[in-house]
């Protein structure tokens, strides 16, 4: 009971102080030591012990009693700092309309204003270092290979089949290949439309071997509602092949003077339906082939009396269409116009064939 002496003596401290707290626990003043954070003054006082003016760290004593007795510890002061990049802003170019107003500060979106810029400094010696910053030539190759040369083992094998197929072919290029390097040619499939592929299958059989200009006319005035998805289609097919292949260029290219002499000179061709066709720019864009894709099914539904609701199952269908150049139609024109003539030439039958008459003489031979 002797180790009870020293809780009993607090305990009526405590109640002479609050007549309401009858029983204090052993555990709040002997065991456990409260853990609080200690104000600047009292760190500052733990690194400098030679500083004797600033008060010692609170004790269990002094917090029990602030605790009680309404004090109040000073609150450790929380200093933050800014973890945003830094900003960087743009440059105009020197023959730019909007260059008069570089030196004026900006605004950001932070609200700050930076300083005008020094006029000192030419914009051309900065656009020069950044470039040279990140030239080709100092950038690390090899954190460069892992996507330029993921499998360089399959590069080098790929590689060396290629050049045993040109030994062996002599440098001869196959049909194919001459003809994708003398022909260009564009392919662009669209987005699904809300359409089946009973709708859009005859606006892509009328579309088929037309010219480019010509099918987007025909959409424009068609009464099909497919047909404004199918316009806007081949407005962008069309600005592809123009961008990425350079198609429907040749009127461009070419001279005016040039591109008079070749609508002097058109040329008539035979279609493969019969049609005839006079070809006066070989560079027009035509479609070539267009076909529809079946796409998935959406989910829709329709509500109908007592509380029916019947699922609806709306298709979605897409467009495709590869576009090439006249020249391509004026080459398959000059193959069939070969072949025809190769057919009726095996077919021509002579009854004798011509040879020189030799051993004349003035008597029968029989």
Do not use: C
């Not at 605004?107 to 030419?122: D, E, F, N, Y």
């Not at 260029?249 to 003077?257: I, Q, S, W, Y």
Request: charged residues 30%; hydrophobic residues 35%.
């Amino acid at each position: 009971m002797a180790s009870m002496a020293p809780v009993n003596s607090y305990g009526l401290l405590i109640r002479s102080a609050r007549t309401g707290i009858t029983y204090v626990p052993r555990r709040t003043l002997m065991a456990s030591v409260p853990r609080r954070a200690q104000d600047e003054n009292n760190n500052n006082n733990n690194t400098n012990s030679n500083n004797n003016d600033k008060p010692s760290p609170s004790s269990p004593l002094s917090s029990i009693k602030n605790f009680f007795f309404g004090g109040k510890s000073a609150k450790p002061k929380i200093t933050r700092r800014a973890n945003a990049p830094l900003k960087r802003e743009g440059t105009l170019s020197a023959d730019s309309i909007f260059a008069e107003d570089e030196a004026t500060p900006k605004l950001i979106a932070s609200g700050r204003t930076p300083a005008a810029r020094k006029q000192g400094v030419a914009p051309e010696a900065v656009e020069g270092e950044d470039e040279a910053s990140y030239a080709v030539e100092q950038r690390n190759r090899a954190n460069m290979s892992a996507v330029l040369d993921p499998r360089p083992q399959a590069r080098i094998r790929w590689e060396r089949k290629m050049v045993v197929r040109e030994i062996r072919r002599r440098g001869r290029l196959t049909k194919t290949e001459q003809i994708m390097r003398t022909e260009r040619e564009s392919m662009s499939k669209s987005h699904w439309f809300k359409t089946s592929v009973k709708k859009l299958g005859p606006l892509a059989r009328q579309i088929a071997g037309k010219n480019i200009d010509e099918a987007m006319l025909q959409m424009r005035f068609s009464k099909k509602k497919a047909a404004k998805d199918v316009l806007e289609h081949l407005k962008h097919a069309k600005n592809v092949a123009i961008v990425r292949s350079g198609m429907g260029l040749g009127a461009v290219a070419n001279g005016e003077a040039e591109q008079e002499k070749k609508k002097q000179d058109p040329i008539s061709i035979t279609l493969k339906d019969g049609e005839r066709k006079t070809v006066t720019d070989p560079t027009a864009i035509y479609i070539s082939q267009a076909w529809v894709n079946r796409g998935p099914y959406g989910v829709d539904y329709d509500h109908r009396a007592r509380g029916v609701i019947n699922l609806l199952r709306p298709p979605h269908t897409g467009l495709s269409v590869v576009l090439k150049e006249e020249h391509t139609r004026i080459r398959e024109w000059k193959n069939r116009e070969a072949a025809e003539k190769r057919k009726r030439q095996t077919k021509l039958w002579t009854q004798l064939p011509d040879r020189k008459i030799s051993a004349q003489n003035q008597y029968y031979s029989w």
